[in-house]
T-cell receptor, first 113, second 112 residues
Framework: EADIYQTPRYLVIGTGKKITLECSQTMGHDKMYWYQQDPGMELHLIHY???????EKGDLSSESTVSRIRTEHFPLTLESARPSHTSQYLC????????????FGNGTRLTVT | GDSVTQMEGPVTLSEEAFLTINCTYTATGYPSLFWYVQYPGEGLQLLLK?????DKGSNKGFEATYRKETTSFHLEKGSVQVSDSAVYFC???????????FGKGTKLTVNP
């Protein structure tokens, strides 16, 4: 059973469209993350947040942006989608305590045509 | 920087075979170590973790021991099932760091 929810599960859109991937968690976690998973399965951190009004860029440069207006909500937006954005996007959250594990959503598989 | 190296897959086993997936890491200090599992079409789930040297994490018949002397955290299971077919990720997290550093994943297929 998932305490972290991502919508949509699958999305196929055309080039140039603006999209928002939704992520919500009900665990009260302060920390939230977005990972991009390439077809070879490798995971890359693209954004994270310490809490409300906090957003940071991850290791992999991304043209996406994020916002954190509420603790439970961490949406990711692409202003103008391109085929190179085709990937799986995984949202995660964790407690504040040092070395707490991450809890992941089921992901959004994005295809840009 | 910190890094995790996993044995390359894919790994194909018959049901009830013994499983080992090797994982070694490079890190300063004393990171916490994790194994995550990703079933087809799903996100990652925490399988087990260990937070200090010589700790053994275990869950669902899987085990891994934090070996600081060999900087390893190998995943083992004595008898795999078809339902264990998934991708397994080894990961580390340094104290105070926001980042979970993942290995590249190892795909396991178990045949009946």
């Amino acid at each position: 059973e998932a305490d972290i929810y991502q919508t949509p599960r699958y999305l196929v859109i055309g080039t140039g469209k603006k999209i928002t991937l939704e992520c919500s968690q009900t665990m009260g976690h302060d920390k939230m993350y977005w990972y991009q998973q390439d077809p070879g399965m490798e995971l890359h951190l693209i954004h994270y947040s310490y809490g409300v009004n906090s957003t940071e860029k991850g290791d992999l440069s991304s043209e996406s942006t994020v916002s954190r207006i509420r603790t439970e909500h961490f949406p990711l937006t692409l202003e103008s989608a391109r085929p190179s954005h085709t990937s799986q996007y995984l949202c995660a959250s964790s407690k504040t305590e040092v070395n707490s594990p991450l809890h992941f959503g089921n992901g959004t598989r994005l295809t840009v045509t | 920087g910190d890094s995790v190296t996993q044995m390359e897959g894919p790994v194909t086993l018959s049901e009830e075979a013994f499983l080992t997936i090797n994982c070694t890491y490079t890190a300063t200090g004393y990171p916490s170590l994790f194994w995550y599992v990703q079933y087809p079409g799903e996100g990652l789930q925490l399988l087990l973790k260990a937070t200090k040297a010589d700790d053994k994490g275990s869950n669902k018949g899987f085990e891994a021991t934090y070996r600081k002397e060999t900087t390893s955290f190998h995943l083992e299971k004595g008898s795999v099932q078809v339902s264990d077919s998934a991708v397994y990720f080894c990961a580390l997290r340094q104290g105070g760091s926001e980042k979970l550093v993942f290995g590249k994943g190892t795909k396991l297929t178990v045949n009946p």
